[in-house]
């Protein structure tokens, strides 16, 4: 019994510690967004779903505790169940379906975590798109990038909406129709993306209420000229719900 019990630690603490470094894939990141300004960085699976892998950065699994690493992946799972469930089927009724099976062949996306600076909820890259003959730095995925940071953090469904709307946009517009579409407009439809979810009620403590206090901070921004800061999300985030309300 005793031998049984040593051997079931042991695979429990694998399982735990060792997940995130059992297959691990090189993946080229956005050096802006990495605080170390990396362009590439080593992760592993942590979960799967039915439509999206999830990876989370080598070099962010180290630093952490078993305890955070345990519930780091419970997060994740978690997340996983909620995309497959909510975010995946509800998003593409309303704005349309990704490239599927895609550049990679595989119906399912990935999701990478990995740490970013702390007011970045998420991003996503179009070169990722296409082959590597077309983009050198591409990852030859339908992906996602999100701040692993912020796992815990109740908004992160609502970063990881936002960002599969972005790669819903690119398909509908880039490839289906070979155009861009206009920034502001792309980001008032992730902006949207979580209310249509419903993840902004209750109000306190969602991306919502977040966009609000940024927009009474700096109300008079352009709508249109986008400088990728915390005012210009605020602004379409705000004449998206406008126009959710009166318009559906």
Not at 62 to 91: C, M, W
Not at 170 to 183: F, T
């Amino acid at each position: 019994m005793k031998i049984v019990k040593i051997i079931l630690f042991f695979v429990a603490q694998f399982f735990v510690l060792g997940i995130a470094n059992a297959n691990p894939v090189v993946f080229n990141v956005d050096s802006d967004f990495d605080p170390k300004g990396l362009e590439k960085l080593s992760a592993s699976l942590i979960a799967e779903g039915d439509n999206a892998y999830f990876f989370v950065s080598d070099v962010y699994w180290a630093g952490l505790t078993p305890y955070k690493r345990s519930v780091f992946t419970q997060n994740a799972e978690k997340l996983s169940n909620e995309f497959d469930n909510v975010i995946y089927p509800k998003l593409r009724d309303a704005f349309g379906n990704e490239n599927n099976p895609g550049v990679d062949g595989d119906p399912k996306i990935t999701i990478l975590f990995a740490e970013f600076d702390k007011d970045v909820g998420g991003y996503f890259r179009e070169q990722d798109g296409v082959s590597k003959a077309r983009n050198t730095i591409s990852n030859e995925r339908e992906m996602v990038y999100l701040n692993a940071i912020h796992i815990d953090n109740a908004r992160m469904k609502s970063f990881l909406a936002h960002e599969f709307q972005h790669l819903i946009t690119y398909n509908q517009k880039n490839i289906k129709h070979g155009i861009s579409e206009d920034v502001w407009l792309n980001e008032l439809r992730s902006e949207v993306a979580p209310t249509i979810l419903g993840y902004d009620f209750p109000y306190t403590g969602n991306n919502l209420e977040a966009r609000v206090a940024s927009f009474l901070e700096e109300s008079s921004d352009s709508l249109i000229e986008w400088e990728n800061e915390s005012k210009d999300y605020a602004s379409t985030n705000l004449f998206g719900q406008y126009s959710l309300d009166h318009y559906g």
